[in-house]
């Protein structure tokens, strides 16, 4: 079998993360635990999962020439990914996130976007050969909205398949649902999207479908994901019950290993079981990147699963 292509257009930063016994509230401060650093940003992060996961996978992006950009070169060098479309900025710092993680995982987070906030549609326009060669295409929302409907256009009109994560989550133009072949927000974002409650996801899945997006793949956590699809009502599939640590990247994770099933030719549920379990992995582990896990991992948890089942 061909080695699957994936291109990641989107946002690479360093993550200071602190954990807590619990998340502060508006105004307080909570003491926590020592301060550790790790290669994250929901790009960089889908990218290291696709090639983890055994893609060819080129990221487009950009980082700067400082201490937290040179250590995210050779991070990424070290992943194996193709990194002819990942510039360097002289005069704008690294994307910066700054994460409080509490009890059962949970967690939140602010982002510096730094050089994120320069990518550019000239740098979708430079990447168009590597678009070509690509099957599937991950975006998300750390860069500028208009580089994100030219690079969706841009692959759309490659016939790519176009996966969108829509975090962190904002309004979005109706070409870029257009463009979208499957979107991909948690039952937060899937609410602010839509202005439904976050409790009713088949809900906001189907207004969703009805912006044209071709898929919409709203995802709970180990309850599970709501699928909307053209022709089909909203259905749940069922998540994975593990024991998680933390959250962080487990929705990067999952759509990480979705480009890789599309991009390798599974067929849909199956494609989805796969992201799941990813993602269900990516959780039991600390920090963004360190948390992703590699293929054998994935065929091995998912083998236990069927052994559990039976």
Known sequence: MAQPRVI????SNTDMIVRAARLPLPGETVLGGDLTTAAGGKGANQAVAAARLGAHVTFVGRIGQDMFGQQTL????????????LHQDADTPSGVALIVVGPGGQNIIAVAPGANRNLSTADVTGAQPAIAQARVMVLQLEIPITTVLAAALA?????????????PAEALPTPLYEAVDVLTPNEHEAALL????PD????????????????????L?????????????PRRLPGFRVQAVDSTAAGDAFNGGLAVALAR???????????QAVAAISVTRHGAQPSLPKADEVAQFLQQQVVRAG
């Open 8 to 11: 990641v257009v989107g946002s």
């Open 265 to 275: 030719g599974d067929e849909f549920d199956g494609a989805v079981r796969y992201a």
């Open 74 to 85: 050779a991070a990424f060098q070290r992943e194996g990914l193709n990194l002819e479309y």
């Open 194 to 197: 839509t202005g439904m409650p």
């Open 221 to 233: 956590g180990e309850a599970g994901v709501v699928v909307a699809r053209r022709g089909e009502p």
């Open 155 to 167: 692959a759309r009109k490659a016939g790519l398949t176009v996966i969108l994560n829509p975090a």
């Open 200 to 219: 009713q996801p088949e809900a906001a899945a189907a207004a969703l479908l009805g912006r044209q997006v071709g898929t919409v793949i709203v995802t």
